[in-house]
T-cell receptor, first 114, second 115 residues
């Protein structure tokens, strides 16, 4: 069946370090892909997205490229800040006309230390 | 732009008591509506979704139910809570096909602790 696999956390980095959070998916066809961020005690906010192969989503210094060959959508940031500490969720969905729900990974907690 | 309101924000309930969590939406019409649950240290699990008034689909068998009495109102209920119902409940919407790029928009969540 369809599923999303994320690297397990927590990921602990020092400020200004390079970040990679791996995400791969298993699905038939070509879904749209998303990264969401959840700050403590809050709901989820869309961070970036990509709707077709080779698309690169970017926002707030974060980037992710839709890799059809490897069915991956890894999240990267060149220099993390303490304010980036949060839980990051990878998700996908198909552009169908019915359910339109997202399937989420288990989340990766990022802790950035000053 | 759309706004999603959830309440209560925090709730502590004894086992066996009833539950009602409410979600209301502003700024859009005819959205798809969703209830997700996030258990401690785990990812998001889709519980229910609705494509229209009175239309509810359940994703997993459980102790909870959902209703959509109005276009922009979505309610999550239980007659008797279990300890395993504890978690962070998130309401989300998906807007219509025109201009839809696929993402969901989330409310701020309701944290339920069952004791």
């Amino acid at each position: 069946g369809n599923s999303v696999t994320q690297m397990e956390g927590p990921v602990t980095l020092s400020e200004e370090a390079f970040l990679t959070i791996n995400c791969t998916y298993t699905a038939t066809g070509y879904p749209s892909l998303f990264w969401y961020v959840q700050y403590p005690g809050e709901g989820l906010q869309l961070l970036l997205k990509a709707t077709k192969a080779d698309d690169k989503g970017s926002n707030k210094g974060f980037e992710a490229t839709y890799r059809k060959e490897t069915t991956s959508f890894h999240l990267e940031k060149g220099s993390v800040q303490v304010s980036d500490s949060a839980v990051y969720f990878c998700a996908f969905r198909f552009m169908d006309t019915g359910r339109r729900a997202l399937t989420f990974g288990s989340g990766t907690r990022l802790q950035v230390q000053p | 732009s759309q706004t999603i309101h959830q309440w209560p924000a925090t709730l502590v309930q004894p086992v066996g008591s009833p539950l009602s969590l409410e979600c209301t939406v502003e700024g859009t019409s005819n959205p798809n509506l969703y209830w997700y649950r996030q258990a401690a240290g785990r990812g998001l699990q889709l519980l229910f979704y609705s494509v229209g008034i009175g239309q509810i689909s359940s994703e997993v068998p459980q102790n909870l139910s959902a209703s959509r009495p109005q276009d922009r109102q979505f309610i999550l209920s239980s007659k008797k809570l279990l300890l395993s119902d504890s978690g962070f409940y998130l309401c989300a919407i998906s807007i219509g096909l025109a201009g839809n790029t696929g993402e969901l928009f989330f409310g701020e969540g309701s944290r339920l602790t069952v004791l």
